[in-house]
């Protein structure tokens, strides 16, 4: 589906971090912000967010067969969520004015898959754009915190099992988020990078002057 940044009325911003970065509370909370300026908003998660994607979902985090899931199933299975996403929710969100706010993106997979996974980056790039098309961010908001804080936030979460993603050892993540903050370097017109060790009130005062800023 073709739909150019300029062509559409909508605005979409993903959330980026490690897990345990604090991202949920940020969205709900730029959400909040939005429709108390009178704007529609949309909030979406990945992998999921369609019945396709919750399965999908499913099959990636909690199979039991999951770790003998090889890097490259990981990646078109995110790929293959995201894709039924942009289609079924974000697009058409977008067309209609809503502003998007997506819990993890297209940067997810060159971050976990390329660099955790050691996944080659050209294939990850062309299938990520394959999936995605034209829907583009426009605006990715990082929330950075070094890789003890994302696990010692992981042990104190409500669930009682780790799923298969968060069994990931340190060095895991410490690619993870030298993975973020390098792509946010590169791409500075796209990225925000956010200290994710403040207090979530000042998160959300930083990350709402950021929008206002570059996208209002
Ligand atoms: P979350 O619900 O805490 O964000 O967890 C989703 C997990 O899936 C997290 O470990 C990151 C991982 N993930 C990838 O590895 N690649 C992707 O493309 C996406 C969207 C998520």
């Not at 799923?163 to 988020?177: C, G, I």
Request: one cysteine or more; proline letters at 5%; hydrophobic letters at 40%.
């Amino acid at each position: 589906m073709p739909l150019k940044p300029k062509n559409r009325p909508g605005r979409l911003i993903s959330f980026e971090g490690s897990e345990g970065s604090g991202k949920s509370t940020q969205i709900t909370r730029l959400a909040e912000h939005f429709q108390k300026a009178g704007r529609d908003v949309v909030s979406t998660r990945e992998p999921g967010g369609t019945e396709i994607g919750e399965q999908i979902r499913n099959i990636i985090v909690h199979n039991s067969k999951g770790d003998e899931m090889c890097a490259e199933t990981e990646l078109l299975l995110f790929t293959a969520a995201r894709a039924q996403l942009v289609r079924e929710v974000i697009a058409p969100a977008l067309l209609r004015g809503s502003i998007v706010l997506s819990d993890r993106f297209l940067d997810s997979s060159t971050v976990y898959q390329g660099i955790g996974r050691n996944l080659a980056a050209d294939p990850v790039a062309q299938i990520n754009r394959f999936a995605v098309g034209d829907v583009i961010p426009d605006l990715t908001i990082v929330i950075d915190v070094p890789e003890e804080v994302s696990l010692a936030r992981l042990k104190t979460r409500a669930s009682d099992l780790p799923d298969r993603m968060e069994r990931q050892n340190v060095d895991f993540y410490r690619k993870v988020r030298e993975g973020y903050l390098v792509l946010a370097k590169g791409m500075p017109e796209r990225f925000i990078v956010v200290d994710g060790t403040k207090s979530a009130d000042a998160v959300e005062k930083k990350v709402w002057a950021e929008v206002q800023a570059r996208l209002i």
